[in-house]
């Protein structure tokens, strides 16, 4: 082969190496996370709908319902304090029964970034009873018929999860 041409090969193939170079496939680009809310106002109307859901089953529940699982609606800390909580009631042989009703419920703030929604809410608790195991009512004398609550909430695959329920005196003021 002429060195004229064996240059003229190389220098083909050395482009087509170049030109394929460019086109293999890199990483795959990373997609932008859609936002679950288009707005502030949506994220806190979602927000306080999860956590009356929430109420609604847990009420359900402490009144003999066995197809309600207010658990669905809590992730992080707030599951795994709830399932403590249930598990240190069944225990000492206690339960809860009666209703619990939302006094109110406010949207405190809304990280658009996260989709994380912060909110105060006042649970009135004057119609719920802690009862033993013979049914005898054993809720505390001095118990407080108002309970005030910092809510926190965090997306998921289905929507918004409660992630932390923290007391909060000022809640009910």
Same mark, same amino acid.
């Given at each position: 082969?002429?060195?004229?041409? #064996?240059? %003229?090969?190389?220098?083909?193939?050395?482009?087509? +190496?170049?030109? =394929?170079?460019?086109?293999?496939?890199?990483?795959?680009?990373?997609?932008?996370?859609?936002? %679950?809310?288009? #707005?502030?106002?949506?994220?806190?109307?979602?927000?306080?709908?999860?956590?009356?859901?929430?109420?609604?089953?847990?009420?359900?529940? !402490?009144?003999?319902?066995?197809?309600?699982?207010?658990?669905?609606?809590?992730?992080?800390?707030?599951?795994?304090?709830?399932?403590?909580?249930?598990?240190?009631? @069944?225990?000492?042989?206690?339960? $809860?029964?009666?209703?619990?009703? $939302?006094?109110?419920?406010?949207? !405190?703030?809304?990280?658009?970034? #996260?989709?994380?929604? @912060? #909110? =105060?809410?006042?649970?009135?608790?004057?119609?719920?009873? +802690? +009862?033993? &195991?013979?049914?005898?009512?054993?809720?505390?004398?001095?118990?407080?018929?108002? +309970?005030?609550?910092?809510?926190?909430?965090?997306?998921?695959? &289905?929507? %918004?999860?409660?992630?932390? %329920?923290?007391?909060?005196? =000022?809640?009910? !003021?």
């Amino acid at each position: 082969m002429n060195p004229r041409r #064996s240059a %003229l090969i190389t220098t083909a193939v050395v482009a087509a +190496v170049i030109a =394929l170079a460019g086109c293999t496939p890199g990483p795959a680009p990373t997609p932008t996370p859609t936002p %679950l809310f288009a #707005s502030e106002a949506e994220a806190f109307k979602a927000a306080e709908q999860v956590y009356r859901d929430y109420v609604d089953a847990a009420n359900a529940q !402490q009144n003999g319902a066995v197809d309600v699982d207010p658990q669905k609606y809590l992730a992080g800390t707030a599951l795994a304090d709830d399932v403590r909580s249930v598990r240190d009631f @069944e225990k000492s042989g206690l339960k $809860i029964t009666g209703t619990s009703m $939302i006094k109110y419920f406010r949207a !405190q703030s809304f990280e658009p970034k #996260s989709d994380g929604v @912060e #909110s =105060l809410a006042c649970l009135d608790v004057s119609q719920s009873r +802690v +009862v033993n &195991s013979a049914g005898v009512d054993v809720t505390p004398n001095n118990r407080q018929s108002l +309970v005030g609550l910092s809510v926190r909430m965090a997306p998921d695959r &289905s929507g %918004l999860k409660i992630v932390s %329920l923290i007391p909060n005196e =000022l809640s009910c !003021q």
